[in-house]
């Protein structure tokens, strides 16, 4: 979580210094306040050399650090700091902000609420504390820290875009809407509040708006990230406007300038499928206990597969929680890998029974927080479809329900997304034909292996027939028929997904095809799925 950066002034805590100190100090302020990090780096270390317990020279020393991405080292000198000046909001709010980065996400909020109790005039600890709630998913708080920053600054357009992603997250679409368009109103070439109001999906573009990112998008000297957000927006407003030949060139240029910023190798991915079905080329020994895990419904699937709605639906019982998109099994898998010094799989087949049990008990006890309103909740993360051997062995009690989508529909969808993270596969499609490959042949797999274990279940058999299909579901999770499941558009329930938020929230639609627009630009990605069996 990047910050907003304090003013780099000298504070009253920084006085009794040598005069040699305080100008070095004054020279580290003017350094910073440039962003010659260097300069100010050299001009601290003179300081700290003549007063190492200086908590100003400290605090600006863990900014600097922070600012090179060196959170461990930022988090040092600002405790340092605080224990010279404990009451300095500032230094909480650069402390929490370091925290935050470090991954001590209880530490950091504790952090970022006293700056906000020792200056509760100041805008920018308001800012940060609700920026960090909002990326914890925890949306209304964030909402009250926010609009608290817009309070003291109505023109703090950060904390506006911050509270719209807020909204969004709770279904508060219209207001999301609303303060979207007041980011762009106030900034029009904010690339951040175009890709957010595009990537609600349920929002349409005019031709004004496509005419206002065309601009933006072909302006020179953008930088990277700034284009490539642009990008996705300008699609999807050429999309609204009909213009599908046009959206198919920009979706080339903007995922063509994201693929060069990441690294992705189909052949790695590929010899990890092959080594994953070679070590569950078999049932596991599973725990004893054949209950153990039924309290999880696991959700596995690629991206734009329609997880979410699925998700959407199972959490409308009242019996349910929704999960989203948590991490807790793969960090099980990677603390055990750890653990034995080989990655997942290669230990696989030197696990014993007790061993599959202890990672099954690890994962229910990290899952705790999710029962604790509910009996059962649901896990979706995007990677467990590469796991669910580790499932079968670790939880015997629990269902997985493999979500899929039409082929062409999936691949093209994932290129037409920017994703926040991961998904380095779905920007070229050809790499993204691939992908869709090694799920398919690891999701038959899995099927032919646990065949009474895992519901295969078709998005376009649940648009088509809801009601038998949702019914479906429930009794496969042994969950009694609700009529909310029916409804799941009016669940009130958080959804962590920006990029389906919005169109969970609507009711289902029969047709939600988009590459039948694309006609002849998707015909070389139909040709390859078809010839890999995948259409």
Known sequence: MKGT????????????????????LNAAAKALGHMQLDDAERALFGVLALAPDCAEANRLMGVVSQMRGDNAKAVDFLQHA?????????????LGTALFEAGAIEAALAN???????????????????????????????????????????????????????????????????????????QPEQAQ???????????????????????????????????????????KALEDQGDYPSAFDVLQQANALKRRTLRWDADAEH??????????SKPMPTAPDATLGSEVIFIVSLPRS???????????????????EITDLPQVLEDESKRRGQPFPQWTNSATV?????LGRDYLARTERWRSEHPRFTDKNLVTWQLVGAIMAMLPGARV???????????????????????????????????????????????????????????????????????????????????????????????????????????????????????EQLAPLQARLRDAGLL
Not at 82 to 94: E, G, K, R, V, Y
Not at 306 to 324: D, F, K, M, R
Request: hydrophobic residues 40%; charged residues 20%; aromatic residues 8%.
């Open 401 to 519: 329900i493999n979500c899929h989508r039409d082929a062409l529909e999936t691949c093209f969808a994932c290129y037409r997304q920017l994703f926040s993270s991961g998904a380095h596969f779905s920007y070229d499609l050809a790499e993204m034909a691939s992908h869709y490959g090694e799920y398919a042949r690891l999701s038959h797999h899995w099927q032919m292996l646990y065949p009474q274990r895992i519901l295969d279940h078709s998005h376009e058999s649940l648009l088509a027939d809801p009601e038998t299909r949702i019914r479906r579901l429930l009794d496969f999770c042994g969950l009694t028929f609700d009529a909310a499941c029916l409804a799941p558009h009016l669940s009130t329930r958080t959804v962590r997904s920006t990029a389906s938020a919005a169109q969970v929230r609507q009711p289902l639609r029969a047709n939600t095809l988009n590459s039948d627009r694309y006609g």
């Open 306 to 324: 329609g997880s979410t709605l699925t998700e959407q639906i199972i959490a409308s019982h009242p019996e349910v929680a929704g999960a989203n």
């Open 82 to 94: 605080l224990a010279a000046n404990p009451d300095d909001a500032t230094t909480h709010m650069n």
């Open 112 to 186: 970022l609420r006293r700056a906000c109790e020792l200056a509760p005039r100041v805008a920018s600890g308001w800012y940060n504390l609700g920026k960090a709630l909002k990326l914890q998913f925890q949306y209304e708080d964030a909402c009250d820290a926010l609009r608290q920053a817009l309070k003291l600054d109505p023109n703090h357009v950060l904390s506006l875009l911050s509270l719209a992603d807020a909204q969004t997250g709770l279904g508060d679409i219209a207001n999301a809407t609303h303060n979207y368009r007041e980011v762009l109103r106030r």
């Open 271 to 280: 010899a990890r499928v092959d080594a994953i079905m070679q070590a569950f």
């Open 5 to 24: 950066p304090s003013r780099p002034t000298i504070h009253a805590a920084a006085g009794g210094l040598s005069p040699t100190a305080t100008r070095l």
């Open 354 to 358: 007790e061993d599959w049990a202890r």
């Open 193 to 235: 509040a175009w890709f957010s109001l595009s990537n609600l999906k349920t929002e349409p573009f005019t031709a004004s708006d496509a005419a206002r990112l065309q601009r933006a998008f072909r302006q020179s000297g953008a930088p990277a990230d700034a284009r490539i957000m642009l990008g996705f927006a300008l699609a």
